[in-house]
């Protein structure tokens, strides 16, 4: 029987506005070990998101799940949601500080100091590690989960240090077909190191169990599509971080 994970709110900072993130970890494992910053959805740190941060864990991975919004700022409503998300992705280079704030906490934290870290995140939160990436973080891996893949500030040649991963649905409306192009010849163009898995039958948000199963409207859970992604994402954070687990 596996020991239980220790979570922990986390204090920080960007630029003098108050944060609040959310860690979770294996206290038996010896650190530092690797480190993965999970970016949130456009609704902020919500029990979806901090679920993914304790199966990271549980995986042996020191997860951090950030806060883009503000300690407090949890919107209630899809139009708070939407004001929150917009005043950052209207400001690209604000969304990528405000980012790098949370990866500076995880990569500074005594468990993960030294070690690699990566970055994914769902919908709003997997553009934001795109825009990490992109902006040429230190990252082993960037892996977005159904996030948006355009951008007004394409990765110059070179910039992209990370493992790209982008994790798509082919009928998510958010996300149109010049968009994907548009993506792929980017990080070409960038000469990075990239994957696009495009899954069949599903749409915007096809990790969140909590939405409906109907694909009308395309917003919908696929729960293939969710553990093939799953089974991707995780295949490629072994390859770029190791597997800090210790096998029997």
Same mark, same amino acid.
């Given at each position: 029987?596996?020991a239980?994970?220790r979570?922990?709110r986390v204090?920080y900072?960007?630029?003098?506005l108050p944060?609040?993130g959310y860690?979770?970890?294996?206290?038996?494992l010896?650190?530092p070990?690797p480190?993965?910053?999970?970016?949130h959805m456009?609704k902020?740190?919500v029990?979806?998101v901090?679920?993914r941060?304790?199966?990271?864990a549980?995986l042996?991975f020191?997860?951090?799940?950030? &806060? $883009?919004y503000g300690?407090?700022?949890?919107?209630?409503?899809?139009e708070?949601?939407a004001?929150?998300m917009?005043?950052?992705?209207?400001?690209?280079?604000?969304? =990528?500080r405000r980012?790098?704030?949370?990866? !500076? =906490? $995880?990569a500074?934290?005594?468990l993960v100091r030294?070690?690699?870290v990566a970055? $994914?995140?769902y919908?709003?939160?997997?553009?934001?590690?795109?825009e990490?990436? =992109? &902006?040429? !973080?230190d990252?082993?891996a960037?892996?977005?989960?159904?996030g948006l893949? &355009?951008?007004p500030? =394409?990765a110059?040649r070179g !910039?992209?240090?990370?493992r790209?991963?982008?994790?798509h649905?082919?009928?998510?409306?958010m996300?149109?077909?010049?968009?994907?192009?548009?993506?792929q010849?980017?990080?070409?163009?960038?000469?990075?190191d990239?994957?696009?898995?495009?899954y069949g039958?599903?749409g915007?948000?096809?990790t969140n169990?909590?939405l409906p199963? &109907?694909?009308?409207?395309?917003?919908?859970?696929?729960?293939d599509?969710d553990r093939?992604s799953?089974?991707?994402?995780?295949a490629?954070l072994?390859?770029?971080?190791?597997?800090?687990r210790?096998?029997?």
């Amino acid at each position: 029987m596996s020991a239980p994970l220790r979570t922990e709110r986390v204090l920080y900072d960007h630029d003098g506005l108050p944060l609040e993130g959310y860690a979770a970890y294996d206290p038996t494992l010896p650190w530092p070990r690797p480190g993965v910053l999970v970016c949130h959805m456009w609704k902020g740190l919500v029990p979806f998101v901090e679920e993914r941060a304790r199966a990271l864990a549980a995986l042996g991975f020191v997860a951090f799940a950030l &806060d $883009l919004y503000g300690r407090g700022v949890r919107p209630q409503s899809n139009e708070e949601a939407a004001r929150e998300m917009n005043r950052l992705v209207a400001d690209i280079p604000l969304l =990528r500080r405000r980012a790098r704030a949370g990866l !500076a =906490r $995880l990569a500074d934290s005594p468990l993960v100091r030294g070690c690699e870290v990566a970055a $994914l995140g769902y919908c709003f939160g997997g553009g934001v590690a795109l825009e990490l990436a =992109r &902006d040429g !973080a230190d990252l082993a891996a960037a892996i977005s989960f159904h996030g948006l893949l &355009d951008t007004p500030r =394409r990765a110059a040649r070179g !910039a992209v240090q990370a493992r790209v991963l982008a994790l798509h649905g082919v009928l998510d409306p958010m996300v149109s077909a010049d968009h994907v192009r548009a993506f792929q010849q980017e990080m070409e163009d960038a000469g990075a190191d990239w994957q696009l898995v495009v899954y069949g039958r599903a749409g915007h948000g096809f990790t969140n169990y909590e939405l409906p199963r &109907d694909p009308r409207g395309g917003l919908f859970y696929e729960p293939d599509a969710d553990r093939r992604s799953w089974e991707g994402a995780t295949a490629l954070l072994r390859e770029a971080l190791g597997d800090p687990r210790p096998r029997n």
